[in-house]
């Protein structure tokens, strides 16, 4: 094991090429085709991460499947524990884990180590799964039968994560997956697979038998192949729309389970009683952390009737916030993840100028001292958004909020769910009854009531629904326990030879042979 540590992926002069996990060792590419990983707030090449083979990928999934034979007959308590060895590795690793991911992916330390925390819960809510996975009997359902169910690993399955949050996504999938008796392919994003590529080396070191877990790397040709190959049961996804539906599509064309968590528009809707300052300081927080490049990010604000004359408020606000290097402490807004992702922010920018909504606060092209290379872009906020208007009915993903203004509850409420997404809301207020009146009409997955992020623990599952969601089931909780698993149920009888009863006569009905 100290050999694969030794020549890990972590962040270091000598270290050239993230490598792929298969078998329980870290190896070398011998793909042609490479892609840089770079620091966002400085452009430094981190690293070079692979695009893996068809051998590669082939190698990887049959790796898994000859491991799924042995680990999926090992005992729960053996699963759980080698959970309960990784959330203390991860914990040690912490800062680490969390240095690396700041270097690859630009959000800032302290976010970065709550990106590492909110997969470490995960973690630790694996290592319950004796009885996250117990099934049930009913006892007499006929005469002297009873029937159970029992969950039963499905087999090899199969991961794709996005660039935002290249830990705790990961961490969704893997430890849940493996903990239930599975082996898994893990492709990370290949903008930021380092702090990924450390997880895993934790997961081995935690004692993840080889073949358990693999990690290979690339982009569309390696996600389809992944939803096409037949020894695949379960795609899990997340990321944009137009690659979830795809994948959603493809992985379900080819018989498989597949479960996608998507884009988002999030509306926080202001009423005008809420606390002021709590809830500006949650807008202002849920929309720029991490440059808005969360999925559940607040990217709509919408204020109701008076709550209108609070957008001085929130621009003074958006105005506090330090624009820096994620490293630098003290850094609210840190970089975005590449150079065309800030292209996109800005000519999303441009065009909301150009269709009519009011540029309240212009975070284009700010001058960071010791970062002039880096990707970043202020926050920036529009008023007098319409729906109709791209910068409203896209997703951004960038740190750009824009305000809308409605005169009653119910206008707000029509208002999101006419949006065709559903990943998250919120609302603001200081009243119970608009608050319940909220959250039992709203049409969105996750409600916050004066709650910005609202991403559930790892005990509840993530429930975004609409067009930030295809799929039945969500990632982590008790959804996930059931996307990973396959119900069995029996139905038994066993015959006393001492007994007279029956017997005499061969059943062919179906009741009486029950009874
Ligand atoms: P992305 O869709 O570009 O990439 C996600 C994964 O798909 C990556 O591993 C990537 O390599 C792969 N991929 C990219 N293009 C592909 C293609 N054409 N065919 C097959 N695979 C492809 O997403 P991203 O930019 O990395 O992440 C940001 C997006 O993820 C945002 O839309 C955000 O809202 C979403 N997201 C959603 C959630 C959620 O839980 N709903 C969580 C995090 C991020």
Redesign the pocket.
């Known amino acids: 094991m100290a050999a694969v540590l030794e020549s890990s992926s972590a962040i270091s002069a000598n270290t050239a090429t993230v490598k792929l996990l298969i078998n329980g060792k870290l190896i070398e590419s011998k793909t042609k085709v490479w892609k840089d990983v770079v620091n966002p707030a400085t452009q430094e090449v981190l690293a070079r991460v692979p695009f893996a083979t068809a051998d590669e990928i082939d190698l990887a999934i049959s790796t898994a499947a000859d491991a799924f034979k042995t680990w999926k007959k090992t005992p729960i308590g053996a699963r759980a524990r080698v959970m309960l060895k990784l959330q203390e590795l991860i914990r040690r690793d912490m800062k680490k884990l969390a240095a690396c991911l700041t270097a690859e992916q630009g959000k800032t330390l302290p976010d970065a180590e709550g990106d590492v925390f909110r997969g470490l819960e995960v973690v630790e809510h694996a290592c319950s799964i004796g009885t996250l996975t117990l099934g049930e009997i009913a006892e007499n359902v006929a005469g002297g039968i009873d029937t159970y169910f029992i969950r039963q690993p499905i087999g090899v399955c199969a991961g794709?994560?996005?660039?935002?949050?290249p830990a705790m996504?990961p961490l969704?999938m893997f430890p849940m997956a493996i903990v239930t008796g599975n082996t898994f392919v893990l492709?990370?994003?290949?903008?930021d697979p380092m702090t990924t590529m450390l997880l895993a080396e934790l997961a081995m070191e935690a004692g993840v038998p080889a073949g358990v877990l693999n990690v290979i790397h690339?982009?569309?040709?390696?996600?389809?192949a992944l939803?096409t190959h037949p020894t695949i049961q379960a795609v899990s996804?997340?990321?944009?729309?137009?690659?979830?539906e795809?994948?959603y599509k493809l992985a379900s064309n080819h018989g498989k389970r597949a479960q996608c968590?998507?884009?988002?528009k999030n509306h926080a809707v202001v009423m005008p009683d809420a606390n002021k300052n709590q809830s500006l300081n949650a807008l202002v927080g849920a929309g720029f952390g991490a440059a808005g490049?969360?999925?559940?990010a607040t990217s709509v604000v919408v204020l109701v009737g008076e709550a209108n004359k609070w957008i001085p408020d929130i621009v003074a606000k958006a105005k506090t916030l330090k624009v820096n290097a994620g490293i630098v402490a003290g850094t609210d807004v840190g970089p975005v993840?590449s150079k065309a992702?800030k292209t996109r922010i800005e000519s999303f920018i441009a065009q909301g100028v150009t269709e009519g909504a009011k540029l309240e606060l212009d975070g284009r092209n700010p001058v960071v001292a010791g970062y002039e290379k880096g990707n970043f872009i202020a926050p920036t906020i529009f008023s007098d958004v319409k729906p109709g208007m791209r910068i409203y009915d896209e997703?951004i993903?960038g740190p750009v909020l824009v305000i809308v203004n409605v005169d009653t509850l119910d206008d707000a409420i029509a208002l999101v769910n006419a949006n065709p997404y559903g990943?998250g809301t919120g609302i603001f207020t200081q009243s119970g009854a608009v608050a319940r009146k909220f959250q039992n009409e709203i049409d969105v997955g996750q409600v916050g009531i004066n709650v910005p992020v609202p991403v559930p623990v790892p005990y509840f599952s993530?429930t975004?629904s609409r067009g930030?969601?295809l799929g039945d089931l969500?990632?982590y909780g008790k959804q996930v326990i059931q996307f990973y698993t396959q119900t069995k149920t029996v139905t038994e009888r066993w015959f006393d030879d001492s007994s007279v009863e029956g017997g005499k006569n061969a059943g062919v009905n179906m009741t009486i042979s029950l009874k």
Request: hydrophobic share 40%; charged share 15%.
């Open positions: 794709i994560t996005p660039f935002n949050f996504i969704w492709k990370p994003s290949e903008q690339g982009g569309k040709e390696v996600v389809d939803c996804f997340v990321g944009s729309c137009h690659v979830g795809h994948v968590m998507m884009g988002a490049q969360r999925c559940m993840i992702a997703e993903f990943n993530f975004g930030s969601k969500g990632p």
